[in-house]
């Protein structure tokens, strides 16, 4: 029997568990290696672009969304105390290009062409925009190179080219009309900006300052860079959407951001007195053969507001980079043509004149106040009764202090003297003496009180701390073991130094009654609808002599004028007081001559301080100038002082009080007998002289109502015709006073004698007032101005 053959049966096989989680993990490690190689640099650049150049591509995108245009802010004007204008803005206009959008226009305008070509249409009817033609026509208009110009429209990546900075409307004008001409409306742009304008050129130049357009059109010196945030206002925004194309979507998709205009200052300068300051200043700077310049300061010295500052040199501040000065010229001219120079040596030279012309030397720069500081000490000695207008003080000529021989100006000496004539003379022995009386230890506390050591807090740029630098002795050593010497040379004005500013605020304080008063320039601060934002009070600091002590030196100092070392600042009608001062510098044959100046003597509107820096000797040790001047502040100071401050009080409408020999009127005597016009004339002050011999008067010179000096001989005809015919005025500079007025007579006219009135020998006429040679009418007064030009020795004196 065959075997049973068994039945087969499948057995289901299991699922290999491992080998499936095996092959999963694999998958997913494979596909998070391909998940994080792809998504993490794509992670890294989105990270890159959302938050690293974030700010970047936001930019991009506004640019390519938005177009936006800045709107200068007009800076605020400055203007003098009686409103006119020192320093104010005007449009103007930046010329810019968009290269981007040039490109934009150039393609729009190929694309017109290939469409009228097609319809058989005629291309577009103006020149074809390309980067030459865009160049060479901004190029004519604008007096650019156009290369330049190319250069810039090759930045096709750029939307703000400025081809040229503040241009003037006949050149914007210009421009316009070749974008319009053209179909450039997209791709240039006329901007409206401001420009600074000084109307009165140099006129207070240090103090107002100019604005850099090199440096982001912020102020430069003076009150443009110390009131810079007051002035430049705040810049408003013209932000204008694009469409697709780059088109601007003007008015509905524009939105405007007001630019605030800057606040106005109101200065305490004057205008007028500050043009009668420079050119006084210049006028003497030329006439001594000045060579280091000068400065001018008036003050009130009741409130210590600045009417007047004046520097030399001084500068365009419409073109502040060009050297104007003659001296200053003359020197860079040396350089450029010196075969040796280089022209790094040159531009180092232009840089540090016009540093020179810029910087303000009267705030900036420290200087030995010589005898001008000695009104200082006599008010602090009268303050503490170490000296009386009755004590008299001896002057060999000579002072020892220590082992130290001292010389006074006057080498023989002034002999026997009240405090008074000392002071008129300038003595220097006598300030030594005087400086003893008070000690070391007061004259400190003076120094101090007077603020001449430090800062006087003025609201200008760069003030100088002559505390620093050795340029005041400290009190520990004034008063130590060196102090007799230095006392004796601090009593007239020698071996330390002050800024002018600090010098002409000390001796307000000395006329004005004792207070010495803060110096400041800006009055108010206004918004541009004129409300006032700030107000600046006069500032007293303190009380530094009474009012007793104030009025006893302007009485002294009257007289330092009236015959003194000041008499060369005298003017007829007005009553001044003054300080003469010849500083040394450590230098050879270099002195600043100086003159403090006040009026009217018994009640001061006005004090100047006028300095003349290093007039030129005419050889190596001279104390005379190459035209006869002998260096001296009371020979060259004082007289340009004088005539500067009756310029001053005349603008003022100061009154002139006149003495005995001040002008008259002379009466009408025409038909009167001889008695009674020689009575009329005696009461006029004058006398009289007949001519003819009858018995009434048929005519006279002067006519009536001309103006003659007092005490002047009147001609009257008797029976006699008034000879018509008229006179030559004949030359009277050089000669002394009698032959001058002498001179004059015998021409038929009268002198009129200003200036120095102690007709010595030395004091000669400097200037008449109606020109040798010319034709007048007989009977005319000619004004002489005397001047006493005597040596009164070098250096330490007045």
Known sequence: MAPRRRKSRMVPQQPDRRANRTILLRTLFLMLVCGVCAFVPLFVKLYQIQIVEHEKYEQLAIDQQTRDSTVSASRGTIYDSKGTPLAMSYTVYNIQLSPRDIVKLQD??????????EKGKEAPDYPEPTN??????????????????????????????????RVEEEESDAVREFITQNHLSGGIFVMPTTKRYYPKGSLAAQVIGWVNYNSDGKGAYGMEAVYEEQLAGQTGRVVTAKNGKGTEMLYRFEEYYDATNGNDLKLTIDATIQSYCERILAKGVETFEVRDGGFAIAMDPNTG?????????????NSPWTVTDPVLAEYLEKVENDPGSSDQAYLEA???????????????????????????????ALEEGVVTESDHFYCSGVATVADRKIRCSKREGHGDQDLATAVGNSCNPAFIAIGQRLGAEKFYDYLENFGMIGKTGI??????????GGLVWDRDFFTGVYGETSLATASFGQRFKVTPIQLITAASAVVNGGHLMQPYVVSDVTDSDGN????TDPTE?????????????????????????????RVEGYRIGGKTGSSETGEDDHTIVSFLGFAPADDPQVIILLAYDNPKPVSAGSNYTAGGWYISGGNMAAIMAGELLEDILDYLGVEKTYSAQADTLVPNLTGLNLADATSRLKNANLTVRTVGGGDTVTGQIPASGASIPGGSQVVVYLGE??????????????KTAEAARQALENAGLYMKATGATDYGSSTVALSQSIEAGTLVDRGTAVEVQFIDNSGGGAGWGF
Request: aromatic share 6%; glycine share 6%; charged share 25%.
């Open 305 to 317: 507001a600045i009417l007047a500052w004046a520097n030399s040199p001084t500068y365009d501040l």
């Open 532 to 535: 006032i934002i700030s107000h």
């Open 132 to 165: 030459q033609f865009i160049a060479e026509g901004l190029s004519e208009i604008l007096d650019l190179d156009v290369a330049d110009i190319i250069k810039r429209l090759e930045k096709v990546n750029s939307a703000y080219e400025i081809v040229k900075w």
């Open 721 to 734: 015709s008034v000879p018509t015919d008229p006179v030559e005025v004949p030359n009277v500079t050089g």
């Open 541 to 569: 600091v303190r009380q530094v002599v009474s009012a007793q002590t104030s009025e006893r030196c302007r009485t002294i100092l009257e007289k330092v004028v009236d015959g003194g070392t000041g008499k060369n600042a």
């Open 350 to 380: 232009l840089g540090q004149v016009q540093n020179q012309q810029w910087r303000n030397k009267a705030i900036v720069d420290t200087y030995e106040p010589g005898s001008t500081f000695k009104a200082m000490v006599l008010a602090a």
């Open 459 to 468: 609201d200008m740029q760069g003030e100088a701390d002559n505390s620093k």
């Open 108 to 117: 729009a305008y190929q694309e017109a062409v290939e469409t009228a070509r």
